[in-house]
């Protein structure tokens, strides 16, 4: 059974302190570098400071209009800490702009996207992180805990990953799709769709060790002549269920 085969063998990168394995419900583990409390102490930095320049900027345009300028300015404040990480995370695949620079995001424990009660959760609990000052909650509880989670994170089940993505060429090859050489169950349909799904949140090496057990169902001429990966083929395939001659 092709589902069989993916979860035939798994990679050993859970070995490392720094990475998370998560069995997802359509079988497939997916290996999730952890960011540790360096990157994410930079991206909270590089956040700190967008928000903090927006809001200078935001003091000097509203200076004009007096005490009503310094009432729109608190509510600006207030909005701007609170929710630019929360909108960011929802709308920009779990990144504020410091995560995007530093190639990380913020996921739920299951690999699934961020959803807004667990956003909200983790961002409102900055206040406990904060304790006593400067955030050390925080830090002490990033430091203790395995996958590096400060108290937001273990209340809303949320984790901050290295954002790891296949290269270019992979998905801009499988743009067609094509027919599987052999028939598929609607398990095994379901599988490759899976796959071409979670992919792009796996790093290459990983993808490309799931391909490969799939290899006897694809064609293996071109793979042999290096013209199209297992990857490539899959994403084809996966193309090809869902409508995408």
Known sequence: MLINLVNGNKSNHGMLDTTR???????????LPVAGLVSRSLAFIIDFLIRLAVILLSAQALSVFDNMGIGLLLILTFFIEWFYPVLFEIF???????????????????GTPIDWSSSIIRNLLRAADFLPFFYFFGIISMLFSRDFKRLGDLVAGTLVIHQLELQKTETENSA???????????????????????????????????????APWLNTQKIQQGTESPVVQLNKIARWLRGHK
């Open 21 to 31: 394995e998560v069995e997802v419900p359509e079988g497939i583990t997916l290996s």
């Open 92 to 110: 920009y695949h779990g990144q504020t702009l410091g995560k995007k620079a530093l190639g990380i995001a913020v996921i739920n424990d299951d």
């Open 176 to 214: 067609g799709g094509i027919a599987p050489k052999v028939a598929l169950n609607l398990e095994e349909q379901r599988a490759i769709v899976n796959f071409a799904e979670r992919a792009p949140r796996m790093s290459e090496s990983r993808a490309a060790e799931l391909a490969n057990y799939l």
